[in-house]
């Protein structure tokens, strides 16, 4: 991992729980496996504990790791480092996505309510008439969460957290997930849907999906045009699974509004008119673990490690045969 990491991630009861269960030296922490010190240590290893910035771990890698049997990750996707390699070798990965899926979804749940409350223009009008008595009942006739549709784009581990915490709530939830059939839907509690019809009678639009090849632009120029007049679009997933420029200007026409946490590019130019959009509330990728949050994968990945040294399955295995389908 990025060296600077390594204390948001772990504190001290934290350290010290892991010092229990492993053997290990917390002042070697490396994003390079090139770095002094670190050949020997591979040389050893037999797992390895990886987060934030943690390099590809690949044949020549393996080949200086000789002993290495796993590979435990305090964050969510594996994709960017575990390589073929790794799965050719037989070795055992685990992930914090879980743990790292909870604030997400916690987040979403806040968005979805405080969306259907019209916070944001009530907030803005709140500020303009200051000091003086308004009919907020009146003009906010058409506020709030009172039977409200909910669309759910993705029965991710996400999506799933969102449907459960959404559940007590007198919303109507609905699903499109291409994986999940009509009985599974209904176990999920949730109506399934086509993605035009979800887009079509939904009050809010969440994403949930993973960014794949055929999630690209899922949500085009056509399918914010079905959303309702007032809607709003959360996405908390990927920035590539919405057409930015589409996007962009149904917003600039004060249509629909969106909830964004997540862009392409990742960090928006300076000049980009979300940044000042009154009906976008606009975050910078903060809706997964933040600040006392990261404790929670480091839980999790410790009590990983805590397994594997017990000759415990992992809880929170990743199979290479799900990569396809996941983030």
């Known amino acids: 991992m990025e060296p600077e990491l390594l204390p948001r991630l772990f504190d001290e009861a934290t350290a ?10 917390l002042g070697l922490v490396a994003s390079d496996f090139g770095r002094p010190g670190v050949a020997g240590a591979l040389a050893e290893a037999e797992v390895l504990l990886t987060f934030w910035g943690a390099p590809a771990i690949d044949a020549a890698v393996l080949a200086a790791a000789p ?12 994709k960017h480092f575990v390589t073929e390699a790794c799965w050719e070798r037989g070795i055992a990965v685990s992930s914090a996505a879980q743990a790292n899926s909870l604030p997400v979804a916690e987040y979403t749940v806040a968005m979805v309510l ?3 409350k019209r916070v944001l223009q009530l907030r ?3 500020r303009s008439v200051r000091g003086v008595e308004h009919a907020w009942h009146l003009r906010y006739g058409h506020a709030g969460n009172y039977r409200r549709t909910v669309g759910i784009v993705g029965a991710s581990r996400i999506g799933r957290r969102v449907i459960e915490l959404l559940r007590p709530y007198d919303l109507e939830l609905v699903l499109y997930d291409p994986y999940v059939n009509e009985e599974q839907a209904r176990a999920l509690g949730v109506r399934g849907l086509a993605l035009d019809e979800l887009c079509r009678v939904s009050d809010v639009v969440s994403l949930h999906a993973p960014a794949l090849p055929e999630t690209r632009s899922m949500i085009d ?9 007032g809607a709003t679009l959360i996405n908390t997933a990927r920035g590539s ?6 996007l962009t200007g149904e917003l600039a026409s004060g249509r629909i509004q969106a909830v964004i946490d997540v862009t392409e590019p990742e960090v928006l130019p300076a000049d980009s008119p979300l940044y000042d959009l009154p009906n976008v509330l606009l975050t910078p990728h903060i809706a997964g673990s933040l600040g006392n949050e990261l404790h929670r994968m480091a839980d999790s990945a410790i009590e990983e490690i805590s397994r594997y040294a017990s000759g415990l399955p992992f809880l929170h295995e990743v199979r290479r ?3 396809d389908r996941t983030a």
């Open 16 to 25: 010290r729980w892991l010092q229990e269960v492993a053997e290990l030296d």
């Open 67 to 78: 002993r290495l049997r796993a590979v435990v990750h305090a964050a969510g996707s594996v």
């Open 114 to 116: 405080l969306s259907n």
């Open 124 to 126: 803005d009008e709140y």
């Open 221 to 229: 120029t056509r399918r914010l045009a079905l959303m309702r007049d």
């Open 241 to 246: 699974l919405v057409d930015a420029a589409a």
């Open 321 to 323: 045969e799900e990569l």
